[in-house]
Protein backbone atom coordinates (compact mmCIF):
# COMPACT_ATOMS: atom_id res chain seq x y z
CA UNK A 1 0.00 0.00 0.00
CA UNK A 2 1.06 3.50 -0.88
CA UNK A 3 0.76 6.89 0.51
CA UNK A 4 0.66 8.86 -2.41
CA UNK A 5 -1.50 11.62 -0.96
CA UNK A 6 0.29 12.69 1.95
CA UNK A 7 1.07 16.32 2.11
CA UNK A 8 1.53 19.77 4.40
CA UNK A 9 -2.15 18.87 4.83
CA UNK A 10 -2.17 15.57 6.15
CA UNK A 11 -3.55 14.79 9.25
CA UNK A 12 -2.25 11.99 11.27
CA UNK A 13 -3.12 9.45 14.20
CA UNK A 14 -1.54 6.49 15.23
CA UNK A 15 -0.66 4.03 17.75
CA UNK A 16 1.63 3.60 20.72
CA UNK A 17 2.58 0.66 21.89
CA UNK A 18 5.58 -1.62 22.64
CA UNK A 19 5.61 -3.76 20.53
CA UNK A 20 3.21 -2.60 17.55
CA UNK A 21 4.45 -4.10 14.53
CA UNK A 22 1.96 -6.81 14.69
CA UNK A 23 -1.21 -4.80 14.74
CA UNK A 24 -4.15 -4.79 12.53
CA UNK A 25 -4.74 -1.37 13.59
CA UNK A 26 -2.83 0.54 10.76
CA UNK A 27 -4.29 -1.06 7.62
CA UNK A 28 -8.17 -1.16 9.62
CA UNK A 29 -7.85 2.80 10.12
CA UNK A 30 -5.74 3.72 6.71
CA UNK A 31 -8.71 1.45 4.72
CA UNK A 32 -10.98 3.75 6.02
CA UNK A 33 -9.56 6.81 5.35
CA UNK A 34 -8.79 5.94 1.70
CA UNK A 35 -12.69 4.94 1.52
CA UNK A 36 -13.70 8.03 2.53
CA UNK A 37 -11.13 10.82 0.68
CA UNK A 38 -9.64 11.81 4.09
CA UNK A 39 -6.29 13.27 3.62
CA UNK A 40 -5.38 11.57 7.06
CA UNK A 41 -2.80 9.17 7.67
CA UNK A 42 -2.65 6.04 10.93
CA UNK A 43 1.09 4.96 11.73
CA UNK A 44 2.55 2.89 14.30
CA UNK A 45 4.66 4.14 16.75
CA UNK A 46 7.03 1.69 19.07
CA UNK A 47 7.22 3.45 22.10
CA UNK A 48 9.28 2.34 24.79
CA UNK A 49 7.58 2.71 28.46
CA UNK A 50 10.40 4.48 29.25
CA UNK A 51 9.37 7.19 26.76
CA UNK A 52 5.56 7.09 27.01
CA UNK A 53 5.59 10.72 28.62
CA UNK A 54 7.00 12.11 26.00
CA UNK A 55 5.53 10.54 23.13
CA UNK A 56 2.10 11.39 24.58
CA UNK A 57 3.69 15.31 24.81
CA UNK A 58 4.43 14.76 21.01
CA UNK A 59 0.75 14.35 20.53
CA UNK A 60 0.16 18.10 20.90
CA UNK A 61 3.70 18.92 20.03
CA UNK A 62 3.22 17.78 16.19
CA UNK A 63 -0.05 18.52 16.02
CA UNK A 64 -1.53 14.48 16.03
CA UNK A 65 -5.04 14.06 16.11
CA UNK A 66 -4.88 11.45 18.78
CA UNK A 67 -3.70 8.34 19.24
CA UNK A 68 -4.58 4.90 20.05
CA UNK A 69 -2.63 2.88 23.20
CA UNK A 70 -2.01 -0.43 23.29
CA UNK A 71 -0.23 -2.84 25.68
CA UNK A 72 2.08 -1.70 27.88
CA UNK A 73 0.61 1.58 28.08
CA UNK A 74 -3.17 1.38 29.20
CA UNK A 75 -3.11 2.45 32.37
CA UNK A 76 0.38 4.12 33.09
CA UNK A 77 -1.01 6.89 29.98
CA UNK A 78 -3.56 7.82 32.50
CA UNK A 79 -1.86 10.50 34.57
CA UNK A 80 -0.49 12.32 31.46
CA UNK A 81 -3.82 13.28 29.86
CA UNK A 82 -5.92 16.34 30.28
CA UNK A 83 -9.59 14.50 30.98
CA UNK A 84 -10.90 11.25 31.22
CA UNK A 85 -14.21 10.14 29.73
CA UNK A 86 -16.55 8.43 32.30
CA UNK A 87 -15.95 4.46 30.84
CA UNK A 88 -12.01 5.06 30.89
CA UNK A 89 -12.33 6.21 34.01
CA UNK A 90 -14.29 3.29 35.41
CA UNK A 91 -12.49 0.69 33.44
CA UNK A 92 -8.59 2.38 34.83
CA UNK A 93 -7.64 1.94 31.41
CA UNK A 94 -7.33 4.36 28.12
CA UNK A 95 -6.78 3.16 24.72
CA UNK A 96 -8.03 6.17 22.47
CA UNK A 97 -6.61 9.74 22.76
CA UNK A 98 -8.32 12.58 21.38
CA UNK A 99 -6.00 15.73 20.81
CA UNK A 100 -8.94 18.48 21.40
CA UNK A 101 -7.75 22.06 21.55
CA UNK A 102 -4.91 21.49 23.32
CA UNK A 103 -6.13 19.13 25.53
CA UNK A 104 -5.85 15.08 25.35
CA UNK A 105 -8.40 13.34 26.46
CA UNK A 106 -8.88 9.60 27.22
CA UNK A 107 -11.03 7.13 26.07
CA UNK A 108 -11.46 3.36 26.13
CA UNK A 109 -13.69 1.93 23.25
CA UNK A 110 -12.39 -1.60 24.25
CA UNK A 111 -15.58 -2.48 26.16
CA UNK A 112 -17.28 -0.32 24.05
CA UNK A 113 -16.88 -2.46 20.75
CA UNK A 114 -17.48 -5.17 22.52
CA UNK A 115 -21.01 -4.25 23.56
CA UNK A 116 -21.46 -2.39 19.79
CA UNK A 117 -20.47 -5.80 18.40
CA UNK A 118 -22.93 -7.72 20.07
CA UNK A 119 -25.59 -5.22 19.26
CA UNK A 120 -24.86 -4.33 15.47
CA UNK A 121 -23.44 -7.87 14.36
CA UNK A 122 -25.53 -10.54 16.80
CA UNK A 123 -28.49 -7.97 16.80
CA UNK A 124 -28.35 -8.76 20.95
CA UNK A 125 -29.34 -6.38 23.46
CA UNK A 126 -27.35 -6.61 26.59
CA UNK A 127 -30.09 -4.81 29.02
CA UNK A 128 -31.60 -6.58 31.63
CA UNK A 129 -29.40 -10.00 31.10
CA UNK A 130 -27.51 -11.79 33.49
CA UNK A 131 -24.04 -12.48 32.36
CA UNK A 132 -21.04 -14.53 33.34
CA UNK A 133 -17.20 -13.26 32.86
CA UNK A 134 -14.64 -16.03 32.51
CA UNK A 135 -11.43 -13.71 33.79
CA UNK A 136 -10.70 -10.41 35.83
CA UNK A 137 -8.07 -8.88 33.50
CA UNK A 138 -7.91 -5.70 31.18
CA UNK A 139 -9.67 -6.88 28.99
CA UNK A 140 -12.30 -8.58 31.61
CA UNK A 141 -12.51 -5.06 32.91
CA UNK A 142 -13.44 -2.91 30.38
CA UNK A 143 -15.83 -5.37 28.74
CA UNK A 144 -17.65 -5.79 32.86
CA UNK A 145 -17.72 -1.96 32.87
CA UNK A 146 -19.35 -1.33 29.52
CA UNK A 147 -21.71 -4.45 30.19
CA UNK A 148 -23.11 -2.49 33.41
CA UNK A 149 -23.24 0.55 31.86
CA UNK A 150 -25.21 -1.00 29.19
CA UNK A 151 -27.36 -1.82 32.19
CA UNK A 152 -27.18 -5.59 32.38
CA UNK A 153 -29.40 -7.13 34.89
CA UNK A 154 -26.38 -8.48 36.81
CA UNK A 155 -22.78 -9.78 36.39
CA UNK A 156 -20.99 -13.10 37.26
CA UNK A 157 -17.07 -13.04 37.81
CA UNK A 158 -15.22 -16.15 37.84
CA UNK A 159 -11.31 -16.23 37.39
CA UNK A 160 -8.51 -18.24 38.34
CA UNK A 161 -7.23 -15.70 41.37
CA UNK A 162 -10.42 -14.65 43.04
CA UNK A 163 -9.28 -11.68 44.48
CA UNK A 164 -8.91 -10.46 41.49
CA UNK A 165 -12.41 -11.42 40.73
CA UNK A 166 -13.56 -9.59 43.60
CA UNK A 167 -11.66 -6.65 43.13
CA UNK A 168 -13.55 -6.69 40.04
CA UNK A 169 -16.75 -6.69 41.34
CA UNK A 170 -16.50 -4.65 44.43
CA UNK A 171 -15.00 -1.58 41.74
CA UNK A 172 -18.12 -2.53 39.15
CA UNK A 173 -20.80 -2.21 42.48
CA UNK A 174 -19.03 0.83 43.58
CA UNK A 175 -18.77 2.91 39.93
CA UNK A 176 -21.70 1.65 38.12
CA UNK A 177 -25.83 0.51 39.70
CA UNK A 178 -25.12 -3.01 39.04
CA UNK A 179 -24.16 -5.82 41.38
CA UNK A 180 -21.33 -8.14 40.81
CA UNK A 181 -20.70 -10.99 42.30
CA UNK A 182 -18.12 -13.57 42.43
CA UNK A 183 -18.43 -17.22 41.53
CA UNK A 184 -16.25 -20.04 41.96
CA UNK A 185 -13.54 -20.88 39.35
CA UNK A 186 -12.90 -24.02 36.91
CA UNK A 187 -14.10 -27.09 38.80
CA UNK A 188 -15.86 -24.79 41.74
CA UNK A 189 -18.16 -23.03 38.85
CA UNK A 190 -21.99 -25.13 39.60
CA UNK A 191 -23.65 -26.01 36.44
CA UNK A 192 -26.44 -24.71 37.77
CA UNK A 193 -25.09 -21.37 37.76
CA UNK A 194 -24.03 -21.43 34.27
CA UNK A 195 -27.48 -22.87 33.34
CA UNK A 196 -28.92 -19.70 34.14
CA UNK A 197 -27.41 -17.04 32.22
CA UNK A 198 -27.90 -15.04 29.08
CA UNK A 199 -24.14 -14.04 28.13
CA UNK A 200 -21.14 -15.99 29.14
CA UNK A 201 -17.83 -13.99 28.02
CA UNK A 202 -14.63 -15.98 28.10
CA UNK A 203 -12.00 -13.27 28.37
CA UNK A 204 -8.96 -14.74 29.75
CA UNK A 205 -6.05 -16.03 27.62
CA UNK A 206 -6.78 -19.62 27.49
CA UNK A 207 -7.22 -21.21 24.21
CA UNK A 208 -5.23 -18.34 22.23
CA UNK A 209 -3.20 -19.59 19.34
CA UNK A 210 -0.19 -21.24 19.52
CA UNK A 211 -2.34 -23.06 22.60
CA UNK A 212 -5.47 -23.91 20.80
CA UNK A 213 -6.31 -27.33 22.41
CA UNK A 214 -6.23 -25.73 25.72
CA UNK A 215 -10.17 -24.55 27.39
CA UNK A 216 -10.64 -23.35 30.56
CA UNK A 217 -12.03 -25.85 33.18
CA UNK A 218 -16.32 -25.39 32.70
CA UNK A 219 -19.08 -27.08 33.62
CA UNK A 220 -19.68 -26.97 29.52
CA UNK A 221 -22.71 -29.57 29.81
CA UNK A 222 -24.76 -26.78 31.38
CA UNK A 223 -24.50 -25.14 28.17
CA UNK A 224 -27.74 -24.83 26.19
CA UNK A 225 -29.59 -23.34 22.72
CA UNK A 226 -31.12 -20.07 24.70
CA UNK A 227 -27.41 -18.90 25.29
CA UNK A 228 -24.72 -16.87 23.69
CA UNK A 229 -21.49 -17.32 24.26
CA UNK A 230 -18.38 -15.21 23.22
CA UNK A 231 -14.34 -15.40 23.24
CA UNK A 232 -12.26 -12.03 23.01
CA UNK A 233 -9.82 -14.85 21.32
CA UNK A 234 -9.33 -14.18 17.63
CA UNK A 235 -6.64 -16.43 16.97
CA UNK A 236 -7.86 -18.88 16.36
CA UNK A 237 -11.16 -17.94 15.11
CA UNK A 238 -12.97 -20.71 16.71
CA UNK A 239 -10.82 -21.25 20.10
CA UNK A 240 -11.90 -25.05 21.67
CA UNK A 241 -14.15 -22.93 24.36
CA UNK A 242 -16.51 -21.82 21.52
CA UNK A 243 -16.53 -25.24 19.74
CA UNK A 244 -17.39 -26.44 23.29
CA UNK A 245 -19.89 -23.51 23.74
CA UNK A 246 -21.46 -24.75 19.95
CA UNK A 247 -21.64 -28.52 20.86
CA UNK A 248 -24.32 -27.28 23.48
CA UNK A 249 -25.89 -25.49 20.80
CA UNK A 250 -25.10 -22.08 22.35
CA UNK A 251 -24.84 -18.91 19.41
CA UNK A 252 -21.27 -17.91 19.55
CA UNK A 253 -19.35 -14.89 18.90
CA UNK A 254 -15.56 -14.31 18.50
CA UNK A 255 -13.35 -11.53 19.50
CA UNK A 256 -12.70 -10.00 16.05
CA UNK A 257 -15.79 -7.86 15.89
CA UNK A 258 -14.69 -6.48 19.39
CA UNK A 259 -11.79 -5.81 17.35
CA UNK A 260 -13.12 -4.02 14.60
CA UNK A 261 -15.93 -1.77 16.87
CA UNK A 262 -13.22 -0.54 19.07
CA UNK A 263 -11.40 0.88 16.26
CA UNK A 264 -14.35 2.18 14.04
CA UNK A 265 -15.47 3.77 17.62
CA UNK A 266 -12.01 5.47 17.81
CA UNK A 267 -12.38 6.24 14.18
CA UNK A 268 -15.74 8.27 15.05
CA UNK A 269 -13.95 9.91 17.85
CA UNK A 270 -11.41 11.69 15.66
CA UNK A 271 -13.42 12.29 12.52
CA UNK A 272 -16.85 12.85 13.86
CA UNK A 273 -17.97 11.41 10.70
CA UNK A 274 -19.78 7.49 10.37
CA UNK A 275 -17.02 4.78 9.94
CA UNK A 276 -17.14 2.62 6.55
CA UNK A 277 -17.55 -0.32 9.44
CA UNK A 278 -17.53 -2.77 5.93
CA UNK A 279 -14.47 -1.80 4.54
CA UNK A 280 -12.90 -1.25 7.90
CA UNK A 281 -14.09 -4.99 8.47
CA UNK A 282 -12.78 -5.80 5.17
CA UNK A 283 -9.62 -4.57 5.65
CA UNK A 284 -9.31 -6.51 9.68
CA UNK A 285 -10.22 -9.75 7.98
CA UNK A 286 -7.46 -9.51 5.23
CA UNK A 287 -4.93 -9.10 8.19
CA UNK A 288 -6.17 -12.15 10.38
CA UNK A 289 -6.37 -14.49 7.10
CA UNK A 290 -2.54 -13.65 7.37
CA UNK A 291 -1.99 -14.56 10.86
P1 LIG B 1 -4.57 -9.91 31.11
O1 LIG B 1 -4.90 -8.59 31.68
O2 LIG B 1 -3.17 -10.42 31.21
O3 LIG B 1 -5.55 -10.99 31.82
C1 LIG B 1 -5.40 -12.38 31.58
C2 LIG B 1 -6.58 -13.14 32.14
O4 LIG B 1 -6.42 -14.53 31.76
C3 LIG B 1 -6.68 -13.14 33.67
O5 LIG B 1 -8.02 -13.27 34.06
C4 LIG B 1 -5.88 -14.40 34.05
O6 LIG B 1 -6.22 -14.94 35.28
C5 LIG B 1 -6.33 -15.34 32.95
N1 LIG B 1 -5.39 -16.43 32.73
C6 LIG B 1 -4.19 -16.34 32.09
N2 LIG B 1 -3.59 -17.57 32.11
C7 LIG B 1 -4.43 -18.42 32.76
C8 LIG B 1 -4.38 -19.80 33.10
N3 LIG B 1 -3.34 -20.57 32.77
N4 LIG B 1 -5.42 -20.36 33.77
C9 LIG B 1 -6.50 -19.58 34.11
N5 LIG B 1 -6.60 -18.26 33.82
C10 LIG B 1 -5.58 -17.69 33.16
O7 LIG B 1 -4.92 -10.00 29.56
P2 LIG B 1 -6.09 -9.20 28.80
O8 LIG B 1 -5.53 -7.96 28.24
O9 LIG B 1 -7.27 -9.15 29.70
O10 LIG B 1 -6.37 -10.18 27.55
C11 LIG B 1 -7.06 -11.40 27.75
C12 LIG B 1 -7.48 -11.99 26.38
O11 LIG B 1 -8.37 -11.09 25.72
C13 LIG B 1 -6.31 -12.22 25.41
O12 LIG B 1 -6.52 -13.45 24.76
C14 LIG B 1 -6.43 -11.08 24.43
O13 LIG B 1 -5.95 -11.41 23.14
C15 LIG B 1 -7.94 -10.88 24.38
N6 LIG B 1 -8.32 -9.51 23.98
C16 LIG B 1 -9.09 -9.37 22.87
C17 LIG B 1 -9.46 -8.10 22.46
C18 LIG B 1 -10.31 -7.94 21.22
O14 LIG B 1 -10.40 -6.81 20.71
N7 LIG B 1 -10.94 -8.97 20.74
C19 LIG B 1 -9.06 -6.98 23.20
C20 LIG B 1 -8.28 -7.16 24.35
C21 LIG B 1 -7.92 -8.45 24.73
P3 LIG B 1 -5.42 -14.50 36.63
O15 LIG B 1 -6.01 -13.17 37.04
O16 LIG B 1 -5.70 -15.58 37.60
O17 LIG B 1 -3.97 -14.39 36.25
Avoid at 15 to 36: I, K
Avoid at 85 to 114: H, M, P, Q
Avoid at 145 to 154: E, F, R, S, T, Y
Avoid at 242 to 265: F, P, R, S
Wanted: hydrophobic content about 45%; some cysteine; charged content about 20%.
Amino acid sequence: MGFPHLNGKTKVCGLFGFPVEHSFSPAMHNAAFEQMGLNWAYMPFEVHPDKLPQAVQGITALGLVGANVTVPHKQKVIPLLHELDAAARLIGAVNTIVSEKGKLIGYNTDGKGFVTSLEKDAKYNCNNKKVLILGAGGAARAVAVQLALAGVNKLYITNRSREKAAQLAWEIEQGTAIQAEVLGWGTELPGSRVAEMDLIVQTTSLGMSPACNIAPDFPYEALHSGQVVCDLIYNPETTLFLKKAAMQKAKIYNGLGMLLYQGVLAFELWTGLRAPVEVMREALYKQVKKI
